[in-house]
T-cell receptor, first 115, second 113 residues
Framework: EPEVTQTPSHQVTQMGQEVILRCVPI?????FYWYRQILGQKVEFLVS????????KSEIFDDQFSVERPDGSNFTLKIRSTKLEDSAMYFC?????????????FGPGTRLTVL | AQKVTQAQTEISVVEKEDVTLDCVYE???????LFWYKQPPSGELVFLIR??????QNEISGRYSWNFQKSTSSFNFTITASQVVDSAVYFC??????????FGQGTTLQVKP
């Protein structure tokens, strides 16, 4: 069964460093998403991506964040200068276009720890 | 604005008890989708069910059942004869046609042996 994969599973970084979180969505999917979950809190939408551009972003997704689909298979989230409050689990999701339902398939997440 | 409210922060039951997790949503759209996800201690999000706004039929899947009522904007989840393995955080979520998911705060379910 196809699945969304994410690497690394856990990333530790120093405050101010750049990090890139990687995701490989399901191969025939066209809609891509990033969500984050601060420990003990709810899952929050960050950004959606379609047709090689951002289709929607939340107020969390400020200039420190960027997304890219560099090679047609990977979908990356970059944080330019990490802050302590960026420590969270980051989930990638993808969605196909067919069917009446609107299901997103989630990856296992990357736990980002900023020291 | 869309919103999902899970008023129960934590629920603790003893194994074999039935438990209902509440979810109330707000949206102005006529077409929307509702979901339940389970997040076990390992952290991944496990999809349980989806419902679209035109389908108010309740659903049963094994020990799980869902009650969707548009009149009260609720999409409640019941686990019958709970088991220790059901212990997890459960999230209710709402999405519109554009696709982003709006999650509730989650309900932590602890099932004690």
């Amino acid at each position: 069964e196809p699945e969304v994969t994410q690497t690394p599973s856990h990333q530790v970084t120093q405050m101010g460093q750049e990090v890139i979180l990687r995701c490989v969505p399901i191969s025939n999917h066209l809609y891509f998403y990033w969500y984050r979950q601060i420990l003990g809190q709810k899952v929050e939408f960050l950004v959606s991506f379609y047709n090689n551009e951002i289709s929607e972003k939340s107020e969390i997704f400020d200039d420190q964040f960027s997304v890219e689909r560099p090679d047609g298979s990977n979908f990356t989230l970059k944080i330019r200068s990490t802050k302590l409050e960026d420590s969270a689990m980051y989930f990638c999701a993808s969605k196909g276009t067919s069917g009446v339902y609107n299901e997103q398939f989630f990856g296992p997440g990357t736990r980002l720890t900023v020291l | 604005a869309q919103k999902v409210t899970q008023a129960q922060t934590e629920i603790s039951v003893v194994e074999k008890e039935d438990v209902t997790l509440d979810c109330v949503y707000e949206t102005r759209d006529t077409t929307y989708y509702l979901f339940w996800y389970k997040q076990p201690p390992s952290g991944e999000l496990v999809f349980l069910i989806r419902r679209n706004s035109f389908d108010e039929q309740n659903e049963i899947s094994g020990r799980y059942s869902w009650n969707f009522q548009k009149s009260t904007s609720s999409f409640n989840f019941t686990i019958t004869a709970s088991q220790v393995v059901d212990s997890a955080v459960y999230f209710c979520a709402l999405s519109e046609a554009r696709g982003k998911l709006i999650f509730g705060q989650g309900t932590t379910l602890q099932v004690k042996p």
